[in-house]
């Protein structure tokens, strides 16, 4: 489990100035977006309120192919080419036809981070006026500005729906020792209603946790139930809420990255192979604006309308999550034996994977390399 390291006290000195793209937020979408800005020669300023790979949030996973197209294999725990879900009446095993990997959090970070060019400050991001992004230590101002602090959605100029009325999953997850070999799903109304139970082994330390597609459903109980019926101790916990629909990628001149755009895919709620993609996204057309080949406003428009194409798909899978839990048990368990079939569920995980396709993540960028000192002197 991540070290609280953010700094307190006479530490937190002020902070101000004015930068060419200021990035809220250092986890998945934040780091990914100042990835893809290395080659700029800008100035980009990365905030969070805590230190890069300090707070970890989810059950870190991702299909292998993205963190090594990435360069983050260093930070790969374990990894998996099948499913294995229980449901009250059966337990098979899915072929997925591709690698799904546990990773390091603290890990990850540190490597995204050591791709990009940009600076990085501890600061609670508490809002902004314009240009102008208001923290707890001062005002920084940029032009450009992307908000990837999560589903919270601080830089938008509306009021934030708060759960249980937001358009939000719940999540639960604890983080004992030990070790495992599958990656496994439960789909139990003994343990979540509407929803499901995970086991993620990461190494020396397995990943246990409860999801509900229903904010108004708690999670504790069960995943404390679920832990303690694999045998182990609920030690470790952390939780979140998981947005599951999209919302505007862009408003106010603000770019959308991650949760905070519900870039986070319904149904199975993995949101980081996700928060890479469209990071990835919106860092391309931020690159273009600070290179001159296109305008703050085009970059808007074209990025607002890359995140809404992919519209219908996050709506499909928002109809299985609505419904899923609704089947019967006769039903319920034929769907689950269906994809035991390693044809039918390696093309049922193959298009899953090319809502977000690993080939879209590229090698970062060179660095900009400054100007020779008789090229200034010319």
């Keep these: 489990m991540p070290v609280r390291a953010t700094k307190r006290g006479a530490e937190r000195t002020p902070l101000s100035g004015d930068f060419d793209v200021v990035i809220c937020g250092a986890s ?137 009325e937001a358009l939000l999953s719940r999540g639960l997850e604890v983080h004992p020792s030990g070790s495992a070999d599958d990656l496994e799903v439960w789909v139990h109304k ?77 149904l199975s709620a993995e949101g980081i192979r996700t928060a890479f993609y469209f990071g990835i996204a919106a860092g391309r057309e931020l690159a273009a604006v600070l290179g001159g080949s296109q305008s703050h406003e085009e970059a808007l428009r074209r990025y607002s309308a890359f995140s809404a194409a992919h519209g219908w798909k996050f709506a499909w899978m928002k109809r299985w999550q609505d419904n899923v839990w609704r089947l019967r048990p006769r039903p319920r368990d034929a769907l689950v034996h269906s994809l035991t079939s390693r044809r039918l569920s390696e093309w049922a995980f193959g298009h899953y994977l090319r809502v977000a396709p690993p080939e879209f993540a590229l090698p970062a960028p060179p660095l900009a390399v400054a100007p020779a000192s008789s090229d200034l002197a010319a």
């Design 190 to 266: 003994g343990y979540v209603r509407a929803g499901y139970g995970w086991s993620f082994p990461a190494g020396d330390e397995v990943r246990i946790g409860v999801g509900s597609f229903d904010p108004r459903d708690h999670v504790k109980e069960p995943t404390v139930r679920l832990t303690e019926d694999l045998g182990t101790e609920p030690l470790g916990y952390q939780g979140n809420w998981i947005p599951h629909a999209l919302r505007p990628a862009t408003e106010d001149g603000v770019f959308f990255v991650g949760d905070s755009a519900g870039h986070c895919l319904p």
């Design 28 to 164: 998945f979408a934040g780091l990914t977006v100042a990835r893809e800005l290395r080659a700029t020669g800008a100035r980009v300023l990365v905030l969070d309120r805590y230190e890069i790979g300090e707070r970890q949030t989810s059950a870190c996973a991702a299909p292998t192919a993205w963190l090594r197209n990435l360069g983050l294999e260093d930070s790969i725990l374990q990894t998996f080419d099948s499913l294995v879900v229980h449901t009250p009446g059966t337990s098979v095993r899915w072929p997925i036809g591709w690698e799904f990997s546990t990773f390091d959090y603290r890990r990850l970070c540190e490597l995204l981070w050591a791709q990009s060019a940009a600076e990085f400050e501890t600061a609670k991001v508490n809002g902004r006026t314009g240009t102008t992004i208001h923290t707890d230590r001062g005002d920084v101002s940029a032009p450009l500005l992307v908000d990837a602090l999560g589903w919270r959605r601080v830089l938008g100029a509306e009021d934030n729906v708060q759960p249980p």
